[in-house]
Nanobody, 116 residues
Framework: QVQLVESGGGLVQAGGSLRLSCAASGSIFSVNVRGWYRQAPGKQRELVAAISSGGEINYADSVKGRFTISRDNARRTLYLQMNNLKPEDTAVYYC??????????WGQGTQVTVSS
């Protein structure tokens, strides 16, 4: 059974930093992309950052230069380093793994709250 478990969320002041982690367990075959999404209250879930199996990285314009996505294949863990956080970054952050067959695995989410 595949599980994605996020950690590292919390409350931080504007300008602060957090590092999110997403640990995977179980077997996931034919991974295409790993990524982080977020959903703020009353808004749709949006892509924050993604890294393909080939290492190509994409960021939402709103986080470019502030967030960094990385992975540790040996630990089967995906990270999101978030610096210079802003109140508009407040959301539930979800880890995602998409296979080549476009099947999505999701974590349970971790809350990030940035106070002004």
């Amino acid at each position: 059974q595949v599980q994605l478990v996020e950690s590292g969320g919390g409350l931080v002041q504007a300008g602060g930093s957090l590092r999110l982690s997403c640990a995977a367990s179980g077997s996931i075959f034919s991974v295409n992309v790993r990524g982080w999404y977020r959903q703020a209250p009353g808004k749709q879930r949006e892509l924050v950052a993604a890294i393909s199996s080939g290492g190509e990285i994409n960021y939402a314009d709103s986080v470019k230069g502030r967030f960094t996505i990385s992975r540790d294949n040996a630990r089967r863990t995906l990270y999101l380093q978030m610096n210079n956080l802003k109140p508009e970054d407040t959301a539930v952050y979800y880890c995602n793994v998409r296979t080549q067959f476009r099947y999505d695995y999701w974590g349970q989410g971790t809350q990030v709250t940035v106070s002004s």
